[in-house]
Structure formats: C-alpha cells, structure tokens
C-alpha cells in the first residue's frame, strides 16, 4: 500500500487525558467513515530514533471535511509522547485506509452504536457524514464512560443530537463518585435490560461495537443471548488505547 505524507496542523484537548491530532488531508485521499489509518513517525522532536514507530488510529473526521482527526488517550508511551510534542507543520506519514466493518449506504435499517470511552472515534466520522449527507435512517449511540469530563466530543453530540433528528444519544456514566461535574443522565454500565429498553423500538437494527476489549466482548456476548443474528453485529476493539 502506498505511503501518504501529512503534516501536522493542530491539536486540541477533547477530554481530561484524551487528545485529537489535526492532520493535512494528501491530495486524491479517501476513505469510508469508520476506517482507519496507520500513522508513523520518524523519530522525536529532538531527533532520537522511536522503537514503536506505528499506531493504528480511527479517523474522527468525516470523508467531506478538508482535513483528517484523529484522537486517542494520552497514555504513558514512546510514540504518544513524542507525538504530543510536535510542533505544527512537522511531517508524518500514513498508510490506509483500512477496516471492513462499513455501514451500508444500500440499507434502511437502524443502526445501534454502542461505544465505551475511546472507541467512539470511528462512530464519530460515521455520525458526522450521516449528518452532513442528511441520511433518514435511525441512528442511537449508546456511549459508557467513568464520567462527564472524561468523556470526549460529549458536547458535539448533544448539539448533534437537537440538529439532526435521525440522531438519538444514550451517555451514561459508571464512576460518578469520583467526579467533579454534576451529571443528570444515565448511571452504571449498559446491560441487556438496558440495551433491550434503549433499542426496543427499533426494528431489525444494525449494532455496532468499538471500545476496550472486554467491553467490545461482554456487549457482543449480550447482543448475542438475545437473538441478534452475528451478522447483524460488527465490532472493534482497542488494545492498548
């Protein structure tokens, strides 16, 4: 696969320890919402050669905007650390885009979107393209995170969720105790009877998973028990997010 060339061009804090990265978009460059890239980087800011030169990144943005985001917790690593430290305009590279769990332009039916922390950012790039084209057919995010000042594009998607109709929003939070902000919504983690209670109106929907492995495992295991046919159910995990 080819290698593209990007610069950076920006940054802004999404969350407390959660971060999104602005990239140029190369010219001819597309994608499918929900895909993702490999981006590399060449050394640090100051020259020293990195070990772990790759990660695998779900593109935030929309195919019909001008340039690419991504985002991702800010953990502890070599290659999280030296792209946190460089300066607008340095040089990246990236191949992709890659992943098969599209949704269907060609299909009517619902779509269920069950997120926990960061593996929203591919059902972003999906909510914001159905957004901009307009698309009529449900769309539910369910979204589990510790709490309010954790959790990323939180704001974009209640805004999102009064514009644009076909959208509704399910954020609960699962550790208020330790949190600073007042939060009037959902509690605890989703299970099947909640998972049952929030797509009970939706006839023959499509699920879709993205978060932390045992997440990803535990909301197909339920979805399963219930009778949603494995085709039906389309999942991504993040390893070491």
């Known amino acids: 696969m080819t290698i593209l060339h990007t610069e950076l061009t920006g940054g802004t804090q999404l969350a407390r320890g959660t971060q999104e990265f602005h990239l140029a ?37 929309a195919p019909h905007e001008g340039q690419l985001t991504v985002a ?6 070599a290659f999280k650390n030296a792209l946190a430290d460089l300066p607008v305009g340095a040089t990246l590279q990236f191949e992709g885009p890659f992943g098969t769990a599209l949704v269907p332009d060609d299909s009517a039916r619902p779509l269920v ?47 999102l969720q009064q514009q644009y109709p076909p959208f509704s929003l399910v954020a609960t939070m699962t550790n208020m105790d330790d949190s600073a902000l007042s939060w009037d919504g959902p509690t605890g983690y989703f299970d099947a009877a909640g998972i049952r209670q929030h ?33 039906d159910i389309h999942s991504e995990s993040f390893t070491g997010y």
């Open 25 to 61: 978009k190369p010219a001819g460059f597309e994608f499918s919402p929900g895909q993702s890239i490999d981006l590399s980087l060449t050394g640090t800011p100051d020259g020293a050669p990195l070990q772990d030169v790759m990660h695998t990144f779900s593109l935030v943005s």
């Open 72 to 77: 991702t917790r800010m953990r502890d690593s």
């Open 113 to 159: 979107l069950i997120a926990g922390g960061i593996g929203i950012t591919p059902f972003m790039s999906i909510l914001r393209d159905s957004a901009y084209r307009q698309l009529q057919r449900p769309l539910r995010l369910l979204y589990s995170n510790r709490r309010p000042e954790d959790t990323a594009f939180l704001a974009e998607l209640q805004q």
């Open 199 to 231: 797509c009970q109106d939706l006839e023959q929907p499509l699920f879709y998973l993205s978060g932390p492995p045992a997440m990803v495992e535990a909301m197909y295991d339920i979805l399963e028990d219930a009778g949603v046919d494995e085709d």
